[in-house]
Structure formats: C-alpha cells, structure tokens
C-alpha cells in the first residue's frame, strides 16, 4: 500500500514538473548552420535567380515611385513653409513660431470641428494666453471681427482680431498680440530643454 502511494505521489510530481523542465524552442534552423556550428553564407536573391525584364521593370516602378513620393512630400512641407510666411506678412511684428501656436490654440478651442470659433471658444482661447480683458470688451470686439454676422469667426478672422485686439503703441503691437508673441517664445524654450532641464525648472 506504502509503495502504491509512493508511486502516486512520485508520478503527481513528474507530472506537475514536465512543463517546467519541457525542452527549451530552439528559434534557429538545423540547414541555416554548418556541421561545426558556423553559420551558413546566405545566397542572395541575385545570386538565386537572375533579374528578369519584368522583375526589373517592376523594381524601376518602385524607385520612381518613391522618388515621386518622396518629391511630393517635399513640395507639400514647403507649400506649409511658404503659407505661413504669407501669413507673417501680413502680421508685421508677428514671427512663425507665434502663428504656429496660435494655429494650435484655434484647432485645440474649436469644439465644432467646423473650422470657426463661437464666443465662448474665443474667450477660452484669451484666458489661455492669459488675457485678462472684461467680458464686456471681448464681446464688443469678436462682434466687431464676426463679418457676417453668425456668431463665429473664422481662422483669418480670428488672426485679425487677436492681432488687432490692443491698439499699437509707436507703430509695434502691444497688449494682446505682444502677449502672443511671449507665450509662443515661452513654449518654444521649454520645448527645446531636455528632460533633465525641465526637471531643473521644476517643470513636472
């Protein structure tokens, strides 16, 4: 009887441990390595088969195809280059990096995804940049910007409005629009510090 359950119980064991101890997956191929262990020299496709015409077509399908992609993308990030020069053109005192945050800032507030901002959308957009102006002016100045009348502004009629919004001092902006020029600069610097130096700032 003791030697029935000490099989049991030796067999329990073997059992419980077979896939602990199961064979370890060998990931490489036997043919991919000689009879001493070294690896065998891979033949290339080249060498395995000859280039056929159509084979060769096909590859010059694929270089001019990247070649062309590579050429459109090109073009497509210097359109973007040149809109936003446009752009800085007609805001004088304005630089790319301003537009580019308030570019974002427009995307960000337009919780329509119509392209335009309502009221409530442009004050968040102020309080945002840290605009302290009363209600009363922000209203009278987003009807003033609303040139059809529908209660939105549109991305350019945005633009106009923040740059416009504070009367210039000496011929340079001031008030809001200075306002968006430090923000800009402000995220731009803390973009470029590295992990470590915004720590340093006390930036986390």
């Known amino acids: ?10 067999g329990l064991a073997r059992f419980f441990e077979y896939p602990v101890k199961r064979k370890p997956i060998c990931f490489y191929r036997q043919e991919d390595f000689t009879a ?14 000859p280039m056929t015409d ?5 590859d010059q399908f694929y270089k001019r195809l990247a070649e062309q992609r590579q050429y459109n993308q090109e073009m497509k990030d210097q359109d973007r280059r ?22 974002s800032l427009f995307l960000l507030f337009d919780d329509h995804s119509n392209g335009m901002l309502g009221f409530d959308d442009f004050c968040a957009v102020l309080e945002s940049l840290g605009d302290e102006t009363i209600m009363e002016i922000r209203k009278e100045k987003f009807t003033a910007a609303d040139s059809d009348n529908d209660g939105w502004i549109t991305y350019d009629e945005f633009l106009s409005l923040v740059y416009n919004f504070s009367p210039q001092e000496n011929g340079q902006i001031s008030g809001l629009a200075l306002l968006c020029n ?18 340093e700032y006390g930036l986390f």
């Open 1 to 10: 009887m003791g030697h029935q359950i000490s099989s049991i119980f030796s």
């Open 36 to 49: 001493t262990g070294e690896p065998n020299k891979k033949i290339t496709d080249s060498q395995k088969h």
């Open 54 to 58: 159509y084979d060769k077509l096909v």
């Open 82 to 103: 040149w809109s936003v020069q446009k752009v800085v053109k007609r805001f004088p005192g304005w630089n790319e990096v301003t537009i580019a945050n308030l570019h």
């Open 182 to 199: 430090e923000v800009a600069e402000n995220i731009q610097f803390v973009s470029n510090l590295t992990v470590g130096e915004q720590l």
